[in-house]
């Protein structure tokens, strides 16, 4: 094997989530040579207008292997790529693509998401955020431990040696985003939430409130509505108590499920807002964390599939 | 004191909540003799408009004792009626009142909403169930035990000897209704949650599931939605076991808050579909309860403290 160039473009990686698009030109060391952005969220496209917004995404870009995941490789997306069970050994899944020859002649590989199903079978599932947590092992792919992906659906997820073997979903994200904008609290609570700073009072109050079991979340809610009523809290205030609750209530939940039972190395992978306030609640449950930037984490994550792939190949 | 006569219009009682208004005539000993509705609730009412709503309502009623209670004796209501700090003696309550007399000449009598403050000055509040409470005394004015108030806002009710010790509020109903109409779960969900029979199997299982811990509630939400991806389950099974981790959730967290320690006796005050609902999961907890319908006991409290004011008068 030749040493790689790392100025020449390798492979195009493309994080095709709900919502929105971004595509990397990455050299044979995953270094991250140009990007592009499209709006067209995979949640917003019938399967057959993929091709077309894929193209116009990658035009000019030579022609090399194409990695894409999240949702576009969902059943409503480009090309369902099915779920793969747990436990996985993520250094695999690039074999497990689901494979497109667009018109032009270009070769797209869809990563498939996983599939979690405890002994009660209870399901759950995941797609996009394992590329994410490929992108923690090319940086250590013997990693053992927990990393948590904050979100709309935050994962809580176990790997043993670069294999997956549970994970967890909470509805976190989802909550806060319809209780400060569709519930009684949207009265109470600022629409902007990025900003909340680990280290505000109300934030802080929130989450020690929740984990320490004073305040149960679904009756600590009510509370900041009246806190607002009664003595005039602040809309920020009210914003971070909000954040502080729902965190708070997603560790708790955690913890009720064993979560922080026996941690070797715990990984934050999140956006710049989230990732700050959830190492704060891994300092109250007394669990040491790194962090790591999503969106990095996802290009990383398919280098690190193309990667493995052509390991195996030689 | 006479005999009362069960047939004579003695007073006029007034359930004003957020989205309605129904309006009782009732005979001295508290027997309904006719009933209207309208469908302006205090939430889309300024403070000028309810006169006018009222006089339409009682036209060509006698000219009675007006007794009001719920969000049309808030601030943002008709005439703003101030929560009254727990323990709070509900048979007073019916000379805490704001007054109204209207161009008509009608006496109208605003009843206040309670107030709870804990030890940590966390508050609780709560208007119109208090009267609803009330509506329990007026069957058994000695009442000790818990009420449980099912609702968009469910409300757990210490009572000790007719006086509200303490209240907390749960935001069950709420969340039950973003949940199912504007969640991730909406696609998953029946939009039509009224006939969940207590014995429902996927109810049965959402409910003990939280109760018992082993599913923290913000994680089992998540599984309903996948239940329906991997495993193709029916909109009304995914409302029915939405609607057990819901009710479930509540009853762990309100066993969390120390609800369940001591309880001599418990009334469940709720609607028709709620009632069995969450009956049933009293009886998980094993604790046996009897139900009252909310409308009638919200009737009956006008009345006892109206009542309750006669007899002080005497």
């Known amino acids: ?17 709900t919502t929105n698009c971004r595509a990397s030109l990455l050299a044979a060391d995953g270094t991250e040579l140009d990007t592009r952005r499209a709006p067209e969220g ?3 496209l019938k399967a057959s207008e993929f091709e077309a917004v894929f193209e116009r995404l990658v035009a000019g870009w030579p022609d090399l292997p194409v990695w894409i995941c999240g949702m576009a490789g969902s059943r409503q997306g480009w090309l369902e ?4 069970s747990c436990p996985a050994k993520l250094s695999d899944l690039g074999s497990q693509i689901s494979r497109i020859e667009t018109k032009s002649g270009r070769i797209v590989r869809l990563v498939p998401g996983l599939l979690y199903r405890d002994a009660r ?4 599932i995941m797609r996009g955020e394992e590329t994410q947590i490929a992108g923690l092992l090319a940086r250590q792919d013997d990693f053992s431990g927990l990393a948590i992906l904050p979100g709309t659906h935050s994962k809580w997820v176990d790997i043993q040696d670069g294999k997956v073997n549970r994970f967890q979903t909470f509805l976190t994200g989802e909550l806060y985003s ?8 949207r009265h109470s609570v600022s629409a902007h939430s990025s900003d909340i700073a680990p280290d505000d009072p109300a934030f802080l109050a929130g989450l020690s409130d929740v984990i ?15 806190q ?12 971070a108590r909000l954040s502080g609750l729902m965190i708070g209530g997603e560790f708790a939940a955690a913890k009720s499920s ?14 710049r807002g989230l990732t700050p306030l959830y190492a704060k609640a891994c300092e109250l449950v007394e669990l040491e964390s790194k962090s790591l930037f999503g969106l990095d984490a996802s290009t990383q994550g398919l280098w690190y599939f193309a990667h493995q792939q052509k390991l195996a190949a030689d």
């Open 1 to 17: 094997m030749s040493q790689p160039d790392n100025t020449q473009p390798d492979m195009i990686a493309i994080d095709w989530g």
């Open 42 to 44: 995979a949640g917003g």
């Open 81 to 84: 790529a099915p779920y793969l």
């Open 121 to 124: 079978d209870n399901c759950d």
């Open 178 to 185: 319809l209780l400060a904008t569709a519930s009684i609290l």
């Open 212 to 226: 320490s079991g004073r305040v149960p979340l679904v009756s600590g809610l009510f509370q900041i509505r009246t």
């Open 228 to 239: 607002d009523v009664l003595n005039g809290a602040s809309k920020e205030d009210s914003a």
């Open 258 to 271: 064993g979560w922080l039972d026996t941690v070797e190395d715990c990984y934050i992978i999140g956006g």
